[in-house]
T-cell receptor, first 114, second 112 residues
Framework: SAVISQKPSRDICQRGTSLTIQCQVD?????MFWYRQQPGQSLTLIAT?????????ESGFVIDKFPISRPNLTFSTLTVSNMSPEDSSIYLC???????????FGPGTRLLVL | GDSVTQMEGPVTLSEEAFLTINCTYT??????LFWYVQYPGEGLQLLLK?????DKGSNKGFEATYRKETTSFHLEKGSVQVSDSAVYFC???????????FGGGTRVLVKP
């Protein structure tokens, strides 16, 4: 497995502002992903964070709202832009290790937008 | 389209009871199957996995067998503990580098 950390662990934000979430892995990984878990719901993939190129977004998610950076093989950021209360969720990053298909998740960032 | 269906919770059990959580999937090809667990206030942890038909994944007393003929991956544990109280998610992906498709999650509450 891998050790994955996220910052911040939680935050309370005002609508209209933006928050950048960091994801750090203790080893180099090819695949990194960002998921959203809305209150009481399952997980939905936002995008695949590609190193050295633009992220690949799932249907319903756009770069202007959720810009993602992936400057190297151990780090990625997700920004939630122009937030509204509907963005209140847990945001989780995950990684897939080489040679496997399982994904390992960070502890999540709990976001509340007022 | 691709999907995962798992039994709705909450499932309430007494300690040492037998636990089964049903999971069926709809997917083309040969997906890998997973069970993840989310303890209160925490992120997701991989509980077990199976990558091909008839594989049995096991961990911490939990087991699940990949049944391709019934497209199922039911989770079982013979004797649950209070510490097993959590939300359990069934999921699959269709290839390396692909997203995980999750079921809706099943909340399990084990009472002493």
């Amino acid at each position: 497995s891998a050790v994955i950390s996220q910052k911040p662990s939680r935050d309370i934000c005002q609508r209209g502002t933006s928050l950048t979430i960091q994801c750090q892995v203790d080893s180099q990984v090819t695949m990194m992903f960002w998921y959203r878990q809305q209150p009481g719901q399952s997980l939905t993939l936002i995008a695949t964070a590609n190193q050295g190129s633009e992220a690949t977004y799932e249907s319903g998610f756009v770069i202007d709202k959720f810009p993602i950076s992936r400057p190297n093989l151990t780090f990625s950021t997700l920004t939630v832009s122009n937030m509204s209360p509907e963005d209140s969720s847990i945001y989780l990053c995950s990684v897939e290790l080489a040679g496997g298909r399982a994904q390992y998740f960070g502890p999540g960032t709990r976001l509340l937008v007022l | 389209g691709d999907s995962v269906t798992q039994m709705e919770g909450p499932v309430t059990l007494s300690e040492e009871a037998f636990l089964t959580i049903n999971c069926t999937y709809t997917a083309t090809g040969y997906p890998s199957l997973f069970w993840y667990v989310q303890y209160p206030g925490e992120g997701l942890q991989l509980l077990l996995k199976a990558t091909k038909a008839d594989d049995k994944g096991s961990n911490k007393g939990f087991e699940a067998t990949y049944r391709k003929e019934t497209t199922s991956f039911h989770l079982e544990k013979g004797s649950v503990q209070v510490s097993d109280s959590a939300v359990y998610f069934c999921a699959f992906n269709k290839a390396a580098g692909n997203k995980l498709t999750f079921g809706g999650g099943t909340r399990v509450l084990v009472k002493p």
